[in-house]
């Protein structure tokens, strides 16, 4: 399959900082990609997502940046909270198979009160 | 709005023995359905999904299987579990762009 992230890093975050986390991916016919966030024994949450022709695009305290050219993706977290703690991961799609996601391992986000 | 159920949400099974996860989704019709497999500390691996009732896609040769009897229902199967089996297992549904997830099944094989 493609490869998307590759390892489970941590990020550590004051409460009321920015957060900014980061994926790369492969594919470079990529069109569709989606942050998900996952508490610990539950399913992945959607969080935001954005298509390949955009850069930006921006949700309630969540912002996806879209680089094409290094085939990068970030999401920043504004003001971060305790709620905010998780693992994070992006998802990536093809045009030419909608139904075939592919998923980074995602990194581990402490929100440090 | 829609709503995704999975069930149960833990198991501890022998090896050998066989197995039955379900998952449904309300307020919806015809939705894409699928299962992933979660190793700890890994990404999502898809594998299986449905486009309609009965239209089932493999996507990893193993001791698995799919079934889609209803249009909102998906189940995973498995006639003997191997202890490899073992892992947390998320069904999704997309009606439009995203997938939404169930709140997953903790399998445990032993």
């Known amino acids: 399959g493609e490869s998307v992230g590759l390892h489970l890093p941590t990020l550590s975050v004051q409460e009321g900082d920015n957060s900014i986390i980061n994926c790369a991916y492969s594919?470079?016919?990529?069109?569709?990609f989606i942050w998900y966030k996952q508490e610990s024994g539950k399913g992945p949450q959607f969080i935001i997502d954005?298509?390949?022709?955009?850069d930006k695009r921006q949700g309630q305290r969540v912002t996806v940046l879209l680089n094409k050219t290094v085939k990068h993706l970030s999401l920043q977290i504004a003001a971060t909270q305790p709620g905010d703690s998780a693992v994070y991961f992006c998802?990536?799609?093809?045009?030419?198979?909608?139904?075939?996601?592919?998923f980074g391992s995602g990194t581990k986000l402490n929100v440090k009160p | 709005s829609q709503t995704i159920h999975q069930w149960p949400a833990t198991l501890v099974q022998p090896v050998g023995s066989p197995l039955s996860l379900e998952c449904t989704v309300e307020?919806?019709?015809?939705?894409?359905l699928y299962w992933y497999r979660q190793a700890a500390g890994r990404g999502l691996q898809l594998l299986f999904y449905?486009?309609?009732?009965?239209?089932i896609s493999s996507e990893v040769p193993q001791n698995l299987s799919a079934s889609r009897p209803q249009d909102r229902q998906f189940i995973l199967s498995s006639k003997k579990l191997l202890l490899s089996d073992s892992g947390f297992y998320l069904c999704?549904?997309?009606?439009?762009?995203?997938?939404?997830f169930g709140n997953g099944t903790r399998l445990t094989v032993t």
């Open positions: 998802a990536e799609t093809p045009l030419y198979n909608f139904n075939k996601f592919y």
């Open positions: 307020g919806t019709s015809n939705p894409n």
């Open positions: 999704a549904w997309r009606g439009g762009s995203p997938l939404h």
């Open positions: 954005i298509r390949s022709n955009m």
């Open positions: 594919n470079s016919a990529s069109d569709y």
């Open positions: 449905s486009v309609g009732i009965g239209q």
